[in-house]
Structures are given as structure tokens and as C-alpha cells.
């Protein structure tokens, strides 16, 4: 379409200097990084050259979705499609000589917005019943026009012309049961071993009710984790700029972060306080040459399980610390009439925290888990989680965490990355909530209520977490340190990385990602 050649990469005013980063990135592959200052260090222990970065609550948790929040006539013209009516105004915006960077930026993040929304629905309609008839050769057009009307193939119109979700055919067979049994070949999803029963699941209840101890069963993990740019993306010699998640430590979930080496070995690590945590590298692109960037790390991950007798649960003492955990935070966290008429359906006259998080809990459980577009492109999860019909991870765990700060249950975010002792990985987003007297406890509503566990392991995942998991982020949409100049690809989680150069950010489609792990034996007592 004409729309896509109009809507180049966005390009934003540089927030560090060009060499700022640089300066400050460790020198030596055989130096590691002190993960709680934030500084390089030599096998010995001696601090070598002190990293520039933030610390605290400043630059490093900054909400980057508050910078792009564009005018709400213009959000709104690209979530109904109207992309001609879209551009005109933002055109128009544009023109004003008064605006400021952020003002600039957030207008040109919507065109940026439609580009992306513009790869997700790709398909035309010949194409959507082409995908589908690869696994259904008798496709009829009946068929898929029943199917189309029920919502169960996502599609949009964008300036009249009804357009497919590039994902819509294969999420069809997560929807519908009509359409599994028409397949001409069984379907085998592609999921977690512990998004059923497992051993690992009643190992550590066990565990945790013994001790008396919540945090159970370690593991020592090595991780390599790369993102690798494709040949001749951006012009030889200039110099690409990378970020990879790293985990901090949190105490009795994750915890003895080393990490082992870089690629490129210059590096900075960035302070445990930020929130969505990197290593920031650097590479010059050479030309007809990939550019590849690498972090390998160990860490200590431990299952977690609060065994919670819901007669004991109170409302919390809603203290400052906890007071941003039941508010608002435009734009995926937002308390709509819409929300509020589902809340009241679902929680009815229910008063004790517990029960009421039980409700809410089973009720997202039961929206369908299905491929999601780009974060980057909807401008409130939490709602079209809500309207869509189907979600993933973390549009399932936005909408739990709204209704639940919607009733008073301090909730907040966690994502990183999930793995099995076979062969399965894939990003995952999961939550915690604050439940008096107990604390903060773990939550999963994708993984939701055990099919096939007896008793308490059903709810396994209001209260525990397994130990397959890496936690990346604390948080969603906070800066980056050193923070990245160009709006991000992915501007909620973080568990692929990113990349940019001067002339803009390079968006999924024009570099690769991976996650390597490897069991390691247990460190004893004795540090061994």
C-alpha cells in the first residue's frame, strides 16, 4: 500500500551523547561487571573504570510510554483505521514550530505506529484463506466467512480494505474447535510442559510447606542470549547499538548473577535499580556481514510457593510504597467504565482480597491464549485484552493486574524468558500481588489452573512460581540505561532486546534473536 512507503523509520533527538556510552563501557573479555554498583571490575576484585549511568529512581525508571502519549484524536484515528485522517493531522501537528522533542517525538511514534500495524495485518483475503488452507485443503469460502464473522480470524479494515492478521489463520486453531477438527493433520501446540500438571509443580509445594520456607527448589542456570542484525541493514561502518536483557538479582527468586562474557567484550552493564535491565554493546556494521551481539550469564533461579489459607487474608494497609500498585497508569492500565462493568460482574459481593483475586483470576484464565500483534501498535492492553476475544501472556496479566488494583490488590508486572528441561523456551509475562498478611505473592493467569492436578496444585499459580523461569523485567515501559535515542520496537516488555543506529531504530524484521540455557550443578555451602 502507498502508506507504507510514507511512513519512514522515526528518527529522535540523541537523549546521550554520541561517545557518552562508549567511554564507559568495560574494556577487557576477561573483566566482570559488579552487578549491584554497576561498575567494572578485574578478576581481583578492583574497580577499573566507574560506569556513567543513573541510579535510583531517575533517568532508569523513567515510563517511556508517558513520552509517546500522542493527541487522542490522532490515537484514535489510527486505532479505527483511519490512516489517511491520521496522517493528514499529524502532518498538520507537525507544522507548528512550537512543539517540543517529546511533543515531536510522540506524533512521529503514531506514524511509526501504523507502519507496524501495517506488517502485523498483511494479509489480504486471499492470502488469509490461502494460510488456512495449507492445514485445511477443502477450505470452503462459507467456511471462512463464518469464521471471519465470529472474530475468529483477526482482521481490521484500515482505510476501507479489510486486512488479516498475519497470525490470524494459525491462531484460528487456538480459538475453535470446528477448525482443529477440520485440519487435515493433528495440531500440536507449541507450549510449556508446565502449563499442566507436572512432578516440578507438586516437588515444590512439598518443598515449601516442609520448610516453611516460600523460595524452594534452586536451580543453577547458564544463559547465552544474542541478537544478531542481517547483512547490509544499515550502511557499512556505521556503528550499530545494542541491548540485551539482563536480569537483577531479587532476592530469593534470582539471585548469584555472574556474568561471563560479552560480544563484543566491551560492554555496560546497567545498575540493578533499573528496572527493565540491560547490557548495552556496540559494533560497526561491515558490509555483506551479519552483526552479531552476545551476553552470557549465570544465575541462581528458585521456585517460589506461598501456601495461603484464604480465612487469614485482609485488606492490605494501603502504605506509599503500595499506592502506585492500585492506581491508574495510562495507557495499559486504565480504569474504564468498561472495566469497572466486568469487575462488578465478575467479583459480585465478594469482600475478601483473596476470593476476589480467585474470581478475577479464573476469569482472564478463560480468555482464550492466542498470538498477539506488536505491543508497540495497541494503545491500551489492559482493554483490548478485555475486547478482543483472545490474549496472550502479557495482555492477559495487564487486564489481571487492572481489575485487581480496580479492587484494591496492589498488583504490579514480570517478564523475562521460560524454559523446561527439554527442549521448550519462549518469552513469558507473568505478575505478583500483594495479599496481607503474606506479602507479595506470584502470579500466572496464562499458565492459570492446573488440568489434571489434584487439590491446592490446581491453583498453583496464584501464590508459586516454577523455577523455569528468568525474570528480565520488574516493570513495563521504563528506560533504558544508557537510554536509547530512538522509540523502542517492543515499548512495554523487554525479552528480545534491541538495536538502533543514528539513523533510527531497527524494528523485529531486520534482525534475529536467541536463548541458550544450560543446568548447571547446585553450588554448595562451601561455594563450590
Known sequence: MAIAAALPAIAVAAAFPVGAATA????SPGQATDARESRTIDAGGRAIA????????????????????????????????????????????????????????????????MRRIL??????????KARLRRDI????????ARWDAAGLIEARVIDGERRWFSRGPSNLFRLSEEARQRRATPLKFYDSPLEVAHPHHAAV??????????????????VTQSLTVKPDTVPAGETLRAWLPFPRAIDGQQEGIALQSTVPARHQLAPESALQRTVYM?????????????VTYELTV????????????????ITPELAPFVAERAPHVVFSDAMRLESARIVGDETNPYRIAQKLFAAVDRIPWAGAREYSTISNIGQHALEQGHADCGQQTLLLITLLRMN????????????????????????WMYLAPYGWVPMDVTFGRLPGADGKLQDFYLGGLDAWRIAFNDDWSREFVPAKRHPRSETVDLQRGEVEWDGGNLYFDQWNYDFEWQLLPPVTDDGT
Open 24 to 27: 564507559a563501557m568495560a574494556a
Open 50 to 113: 566507574a560506569v556513567a549511568a543513573p541510579t535510583g529512581d531517575t533517568v532508569a525508571n523513567a515510563d517511556i510510554g508517558a513520552r509517546l502519549v500522542a493527541p487522542p484524536d490522532i490515537v484514535e484515528r489510527v486505532d479505527s483505521g483511519d490512516f489517511k485522517g491520521a496522517e493528514a493531522a499529524i502532518a498538520a501537528a507537525l507544522s507548528d514550530a512550537s512543539l517540543s522533542t517529546d511533543q515531536r517525538t510522540a506524533l512521529e511514534f503514531q506514524r511509526e505506529r
Open 119 to 128: 506488517l502485523d495485518f498483511r494479509l489480504d483475503e486471499a492470502a488469509a
Open 137 to 144: 485443503p477443502d477450505l470452503t469460502d462459507a467456511e471462512f
Open 205 to 222: 509445594r512439598e518443598a515449601a510447606v516442609a520448610s516453611g520456607e516460600r523460595s524452594v527448589a534452586p536451580q543453577r542456570v547458564r
Open 282 to 294: 556496540e559494533a560497526p556494521a561491515i558490509a555483506g556481514q551479519p552483526t552479531a551481539f552476545s
Open 302 to 317: 528458585n521456585a517460589q510457593y506461598a501456601d495461603i489459607d484464604p480465612a487469614r487474608v485482609v485488606p492490605a494497609d
Open 408 to 431: 484494591g490488590i496492589p498488583a504490579r508486572w514480570q517478564s523475562g524468558w521460560i524454559f523446561s528441561d527439554g527442549d521448550y523456551n519462549n518469552m513469558h509475562d507473568w505478575g
